[in-house]
């Protein structure tokens, strides 16, 4: 996937659309100091922009290949392309992820993103282990690089929210320990 060139598109018709979006997964990750490869592109998207993200995708030559009340995944035949996964931002927790998504540059300053904070992307990593808990081994080992790389920065509270929900706080202890 042509992360640069993808972005270019998407990130000039985000801002001409206004939609309001944040980067996520492991290209978020990567702008936080928590290295990992990825060969797709994942973003949280307010539900009530996601018309206007569908045919922004179609204009690209993407094709729907999944989509229900919580995602919409997209995938382009040009291999290029690759991959796009949107989660819809419409619960009140995900739209205040949306609010506190900041903007860092990528590609050495060519271009500026909106990212979730690490402590959003740590509550995203606790609710697919939640929601699977085969993912527990990747995801921990995920939410252990954002704190180890931003230790010193991170909002315990809002991440011990995100335990609460997802009823971790036994996670949370050991990964507040860890540090």
Known sequence: MDFKLILQKLLTA????????????????G??????????????????????????????GYEIHQKTENVSQYT?????????????????????MLQRAVKKDIF???????????????GLKLQAVFNDPSREKIDMADIELLISAN??????KL???YCKIF???DICKKLRGDL
Do not use: C
């Open 14 to 29: 985000f801002e001409k659309d206004g939609i309001r979006y944040a980067l996520i997964g492991g290209f978020a990750m």
């Open 31 to 60: 702008l936080w100091g928590g290295s990992r490869s990825t060969i797709d592109l994942d973003f949280l998207v307010h539900r009530d922009d996601m018309q206007k993200v569908h045919w922004i995708m179609i204009a690209l």
């Open 76 to 96: 382009s035949p040009l291999k290029v392309f690759g991959g796009i996964d949107f989660i819809h931002a419409f619960r009140e927790t995900s739209v205040e």
């Open 108 to 122: 050495s300053g060519m271009l500026n993103i909106k990212t979730l904070i690490p402590e959003d992307i740590i």
């Open 151 to 156: 230790k010193n920065n991170l909002d315990w």
């Open 159 to 161: 991440i011990e929210q």
């Open 167 to 169: 009823k971790m706080d």
